[in-house]
């Protein structure tokens, strides 16, 4: 009989009022008294929801569940063929990652080891959003914080300036504020990597507009200036800059019909809200040969960990991925290793992060 607790960590920077998604690292503990397996199911907007949501599932599907490969990729196939809406995507999310953890830990491996004998890479080159360490976002701290991130060896960041763009019908006005920004940004720092998350916040119609300025800054992407579809054909024709998004989706058939289209350069599947580790692996699956894969991942970390152990299922397409910038250094505690802008794999078992034992 296997059990669900929950775990809480504060988000160490803060839910600022104008990031997309907020909310704590909430860690989900799958026990079956001997062994603990961690899922991440952060940011959901719904913390509260996503437990209940949690605990309805687990008690329906999980309690006298014993995990494989097989049994897990059963239970995923079930799962995917449902339409959950965010919240429940995303506790669906953390409970598959525990599983995983769980199993790997049982046979005393790494997540990674259960698919091949070696891994296809030793560490990942990070790209570190600044997006929730800013506070007041002025210049001077803008400049403040790249400049940490620059020190502290990260060759690419993100950002997300046109917090005042909050009408995507009227954004000539409002966007300037943001470019701006990034004009003070590219002039200060000329040989990092910029990438730009838009959160949707503009019309197709009005960011095509604001494009020329945005070239000129040579930007390493742009990221999801408008809801994914078919505007996004029209975009990729005007513009030279290489395109990311699909940061939210549930499941598989959104990404197909991404990769078929061939709307972006980019795609960015995240381990909390795509279904689990095993529904990461069907997207990299499919992205194979077609397509770069940059995991989204803003938050805690043992989704963190689970997405390294995605890319080194598939070193080919995973390039890069996301990481909450940590000034302070307060992530260490967790076991993650962090170097000059990359993150290491480590070999011990499960994802090789324990939250509670690791927390003092």
Not at 47 to 63: G, M, N, P
Not at 101 to 109: F, I, N, P, S
Not at 302 to 327: K, M, N, R, W
């Amino acid at each position: 009989m296997l059990t669900l607790e929950f775990l809480t960590i504060p988000d160490p920077d803060g839910w600022h009022p104008s990031l997309r998604l907020k909310g704590d690292w909430l860690i989900f503990k799958i026990s079956d008294g001997v062994l603990t397996g961690y899922g991440e199911a952060s940011h959901s907007k719904q913390d509260d929801q996503c437990r209940r949501a949690a605990e309805v599932l687990f008690k329906k599907h999980i309690t006298e569940f014993n995990p494989s490969l097989d049994t897990l990729k059963e239970l995923e196939q079930e799962v995917l063929s449902t339409t959950p809406d965010f919240v429940t995507a995303t506790a669906w999310s953390g409970i598959n990652q525990a599983l995983y953890d769980l199993l790997a830990k049982r046979e005393q491996v790494p997540v990674w080891r259960l698919f091949r004998d070696k891994p296809g890479l030793e560490k990942l080159a990070l790209y570190t959003t600044i997006n929730r360490a800013l506070k007041n976002r002025s210049h001077e701290e803008y400049l403040e914080l790249v400049g940490k991130v620059d020190a502290h060896g990260f060759k690419t960041f993100k950002c997300a300036p046109f917090e005042k763009v909050v009408d995507p019908e009227h954004t000539l006005e409002t966007s300037k504020a943001g470019l701006e920004t990034l004009e003070i940004l590219r002039r200060a720092f000329p040989d990092l990597g910029i990438r730009v998350d838009f959160h949707e916040r503009f019309s197709p119609a009005n960011f095509f507009k604001i494009l020329p300025a945005l070239e000129a800054l040579k930007l390493d992407w742009i990221e999801e200036p408008f809801a994914m579809g078919e505007d996004y054909t029209e975009l990729r024709n005007r513009t030279h800059l290489r395109i990311a998004g699909g940061e939210l989706f549930w499941g598989n058939e959104i990404f197909r019909n991404i990769m078929e289209n061939r709307w972006v350069h980019v795609i960015m599947p995240d381990v909390k809200h795509v279904g689990g580790f095993g529904p990461l692996l069907n997207v990299l699956e499919m992205a194979r040969g077609n397509i770069e894969i940059s995991p989204h991942n803003p938050s805690g970390p043992i989704s963190t960990a689970a997405s390294i152990h995605a890319g080194a299922l598939f070193p080919e397409i995973v390039q890069s991925l996301e990481y909450a910038f940590d000034g302070g250094g307060t992530r260490l505690k967790y076991g993650e290793r962090v170097e000059n802008g990359f993150l290491y794999l480590n070999e011990k078992p499960g994802w090789g992060i324990d939250p509670e034992t690791m927390a003092g």
